[in-house]
């Protein structure tokens, strides 16, 4: 098991950045793909962006291409989630996930992760 827990969240004007961070613990985390996810009430959880075991292979969502950029950090156990140019569009509790050990690449279904945060708010005001 890989416990995750995220932070960086907050409440910010549309057009502002934030950044989302995501620490591992546990299992060895290097070998696993990572991805982050978020849900708006009412609506169902949503792909946002992905990144490949070391880092060489991303996958963002076409609705945050452009203004997001997923990074990660194998020797801290981190992975990051710049968000720029955010809109109020945006707003939704936003969710780090973990592929199973071994599954070194990324995933846009929810189904392909083992492994969830509690996760964090992000509000964008207009």
């Known amino acids: 098991q890989v416990q995750l827990a995220e932070s960086g969240g907050g409440l910010v004007q549309a057009g502002g950045s934030l950044r989302l961070s995501c620490a591992a613990s546990g299992r060895t985390f290097s070998r696993s793909a990572m991805g982050w996810f978020r849900q708006a009430p009412g609506k169902e959880r949503e792909f946002v962006a992905a990144?490949?075991?070391?880092?060489?292979?991303?996958n963002l969502a076409d609705s945050v291409q452009g203004r997001f950029t997923i990074t990660r950090d194998n020797a801290k156990n981190t992975v990051a989630l710049q968000m720029n140019v955010l809109k109020p569009e945006d707003t939704a509790v936003y969710y780090c996930?973990?592929?199973?050990?071994?599954?070194?690449?990324?995933?846009?279904?929810?189904?392909?992760?083992?492994?969830w945060g509690q996760g964090t708010q992000v509000t964008v005001s207009s």
């Open positions: 990144i490949s075991w070391n880092g060489g292979s991303t």
């Open positions: 996930a973990a592929r199973a050990f071994g599954y070194t690449m990324t995933s846009s279904q929810s189904s392909g992760y083992a492994n």
